[in-house]
């Protein structure tokens, strides 16, 4: 049985690593990021592993407050966002792989 295509994911995975590899702010990550979610009409089951991986990050984005001053107990600050999307880009890395699927090439890997 053939596996089906999961490449939607790549531009989530690419925000991802700009953001980790210091390419991208947390606030341009966060407007561009939950910008391109709201925007993607991508058919994905709300129970599936690749609905599951971008969700819950873009959920991980909104409880990201920069301003220490302003975050609630249930905000979050940079050093776990970074944790959060290193473990989203493991997510999205994992399921690219299972269909044999390319991701783009990981900025933080040794060449």
Do not use: C
């Not at 984005?61 to 979050?76: A, G, N, Q």
Request: glycine letters at 6%; zero cysteines; a negative charge.
């Amino acid at each position: 049985m053939e596996k089906k295509s999961r490449a939607f994911l790549i531009p989530y995975l690419t925000m991802i690593e700009d953001f980790l590899a210091g390419q991208m702010a947390e606030e341009e990550l966060q407007r561009v990021y939950q910008g391109y979610a709201v925007d993607d009409h991508t058919p994905m089951d709300p129970q599936g592993p690749e609905y599951h991986a971008v969700n819950e990050f873009f959920l991980d984005i909104e409880d990201y407050v920069e301003d220490p001053s302003l975050r609630r107990p249930e905000d979050f600050d940079d050093a776990e966002l970074r944790r959060r999307a290193e473990r989203a880009r493991g997510e999205m890395r994992s399921l690219l792989a299972e269909t044999g699927e390319e991701p783009p090439a990981d900025p933080g890997a040794a060449t």
